[in-house]
Structures are given as C-alpha cells and as structure tokens.
C-alpha cells in the first residue's frame, strides 16, 4: 500500500526554488516519500503567490501534477462550513485558507501525515478524536 502524505505550501517553495533556505532539507525528505503527494487548490494558489516572480517556477509547479509528483484533491462547497468553523476554532492562530483545507482534506480522506514547515501551526490543530497530524 502506498503512503498518502499532504504537502503544505512551505515544502513546495522551498523543493522548486534552489536557493530557499529550506531547498536541501525538502529534497532529502523526498527521497524518504513515495509521490504523489498530496494536495488542493488553496495550497497551489498560495505556492503561486510566493513564485509569482518566477514564471518558469509556476510553470514547473504546475506541470508537477503531470509528472506524477503531485495529485490535486478536490474540495467541493461542502468544504465551507468545516474550513470557516475550523478557522473560528483556531483563530487566534490566524490559519490560512491552505493550512484549514489541508486539515480538512486530512480529515475527510483519514490522511495522518503532512509534509510542512509549518510545524508552530500544525502541531496544534487536532483532526476528529483529538487525532494529531505526523509532521514531516
């Protein structure tokens, strides 16, 4: 069987952009994970945001669910109660739209691992029964 792991925004920065700080690290956990990773829209869009100077990188993120890199889950509007109820939960950590989807989609698709550096964030929130997320 293979793992399912969610990947985060922080990770996928760091994997395409050589001289992030977090470039090395990210690649060495690579070798540790068998794709595709993980992810949704919101994810994508805020990696997008922090390429936005690099076209090639957007094009390379894209292109990363055709490789087999990456796998899109869909969220459909019944999403938007669970994410704004999760936000309200949590708001004095001011979570992002991508991190509330991630757990979101951690709790619909019984997921237990997520590749982030966010690690202040997610080693908070909780999933159903007080379940915790394996940060790699």
Known sequence: MRSRILVDTGPLVAIIRENDS???????????I???LLTCWPVITEAA???????????????SFNTGFLEFLPMD???ISWIAA?????????????????VYLAERENLDTIFTLDRRDF???RLAGGRTLQIL
């Open 22 to 32: 977090f470039h090395e690290v990210c690649r060495e956990r690579l070798q540790e």
């Open 34 to 36: 068998q794709a595709p």
């Open 49 to 63: 945001w922090f390429l936005r100077d690099d076209p090639v990188a957007i094009q390379e993120l894209l292109l």
């Open 77 to 79: 509007e019944t999403a």
């Open 86 to 102: 999760f936000c309200r939960k949590y708001r004095k950590l001011s979570p992002q739209l991508a991190d509330a989807s991630l």
């Open 123 to 125: 080693s908070v929130y």
